[in-house]
């Protein structure tokens, strides 16, 4: 934790600096608008995730689409899931 927080502070700065980039057209930036990324994700991205997703639910030994009983997970047998 010692070195999470400063690191994490660090983060937040960093991206606060990176979000309020000025804008590249005065008149824009005048009216304090801003450039930045847009951060978009397309098609090709999500089949990719949709790969490793489907990996994983193999792994673990299931059907993708197939109903997860967690009932047996509970607090008292010290098991989590997220």
Same mark, same amino acid.
């Given at each position: 934790?010692?070195?999470?927080?400063?690191?994490?502070?660090?983060?937040?700065?960093?991206?606060?600096?990176?979000?309020?980039?000025?804008?590249?057209?005065? =008149?824009? $930036?005048?009216?304090?608008?801003? &450039?930045?990324?847009? !951060? +978009?994700? *397309?098609? @090709?991205?999500?089949?990719? %995730? =949709?790969? $490793?997703?489907?990996?994983?639910? &193999?792994?673990?030994? !299931? +059907?993708? *689409?197939? @109903?997860?009983?967690?009932? %047996?997970?509970?607090?008292?047998?010290?098991?989590?899931?997220?």
């Amino acid at each position: 934790m010692a070195l999470a927080v400063p690191t994490k502070l660090e983060l937040r700065d960093r991206a606060e600096q990176f979000h309020h980039n000025p804008h590249l057209d005065p =008149a824009l $930036a005048a009216l304090g608008i801003f &450039a930045g990324p847009t !951060f +978009e994700f *397309g098609r @090709p991205q999500f089949d990719v %995730a =949709a790969q $490793a997703v489907d990996a994983d639910i &193999a792994l673990a030994g !299931f +059907e993708t *689409g197939e @109903p997860v009983d967690l009932s %047996a997970l509970t607090p008292a047998t010290g098991e989590t899931f997220a």
